[in-house]
């Protein structure tokens, strides 16, 4: 028998309980916090966990994270950093994510923003054609959901710059590199997504002074964590005209609170963190997989790198 325990929050767990039996037919499947004797769970299966939570588990044999964010998983500071720990690229979920960040571009560079106001007034008015050269898209964070997203918006038309924390050669994409590019990354993007993962490098990452290296009114969308963006800074910006408007997956604090300025603001766009969402219909394989893979002494599909955060 294999054992995983799954923690809420994390998707449905009857879902994952069909699709993984399928997959591993002496699956010995529990829910937290029903977990039986903690000295027998072989793997834990979640999203996001409480400080103290791996150490019910004396005999873990590896981590698997639910989803391409494992920031859920470092909530608990004794995180076992010599298991295996995996976490899922699922082809469906960047899917998903492409096509948030494509309808966020789309939305302001098209000036869908200004019709629905038109509109709210009844006014029929003509705003003209687009650029004949589109505004350049800087992505920041180049990973497998960042890189799909830039070669999205380049199928479109866009011009894409990708900020890395190396150099990577990116094709047609302009590579910013380092640290010490960042702010020429900024300077260069009218339209800027955050899909960095959230580790004690980033959290923050886009403050005022960040945020106002952008061009004037420039345009930011973030898929990836809210805590990446200090909040009250972005609504002065906005505020200040600094920034034209805001698509926001996530948001610090999140659940965003009722009479939060952010639900009433104009010219802020939100979704409550569902940009992409894993489905364990695409998701279970890959879970099993490095079930397989741990239990016979190989590497994990998609590890994380424990000393990185991601």
């Known amino acids: 028998m294999v054992s995983i325990v799954f923690k809420a929050g994390a998707g449905n767990p009857d879902e994952w309980h069909r699709e993984l039996r399928q997959r591993l037919p002496n699956l010995d499947w529990r829910v937290w916090p029903d977990v039986g004797d903690p000295a027998t769970v072989d793997f834990v299966l979640a999203f996001k966990v409480e400080p103290g939570f791996f150490a019910h588990f004396p005999n873990l044999k590896g981590i698997l994270a639910t989803g391409a964010g494992v ?52 006014e029929w008015r003509e705003l003209g054609p687009p650029s004949r ?20 918006l380049l199928a479109l038309g866009f ?29 260069a993007s009218p339209f800027l997504v955050c899909s960095l993962p959230l580790t004690s490098e980033t959290d923050g ?3 005022r002074a960040r945020l106002e290296k952008l061009p004037r009114g420039a345009v930011l969308l973030n898929l990836a964590r809210g805590s990446h963006v200090v909040t009250d800074d972005l609504l002065a910006l906005l ?37 992409g969402i894993t489905t364990p219909a695409t998701a279970a394989e890959q879970v099993a997989t490095n079930v397989g893979r741990i239990l016979a002494g190989q590497p994990v599909v998609n590890p994380v790198d424990v000393s990185r955060g991601y």
């Open 159 to 187: 011009f894409v710059n990708g900020w890395t924390r190396s150099p990577r050669d990116l094709g047609p994409i302009d590579n910013y590199a380092g640290w010490d590019r960042l702010d020429a990354f900024l300077a």
């Open 205 to 207: 990452i886009l403050n």
């Open 239 to 275: 505020d200040e005209g600094q920034l034209l408007g805001a698509v926001l997956d996530v948001t610090d604090p999140e659940p965003l609170p009722a009479g939060h300025p952010l639900w009433r603001h104009p010219n802020v766009i939100l979704t409550p963190h569902e940009s």
């Open 133 to 152: 050269h589109p505004p350049r898209v800087g992505v920041l964070g180049f990973g497998e959901i960042g890189g799909a997203i830039g070669r999205g």
């Open 71 to 122: 920031d859920g998983l470092f909530a608990d500071p004794d995180v076992p950093a010599h298991l295996p720990i995996a976490r899922i690229v699922d082809p469906y979920m960047t899917q998903q994510m492409v096509q948030w960040a494509t309808y966020g571009v789309l939305h302001f560079y098209r000036r869908f923003d200004e019709y629905a106001a038109l509109q709210r007034k009844a």
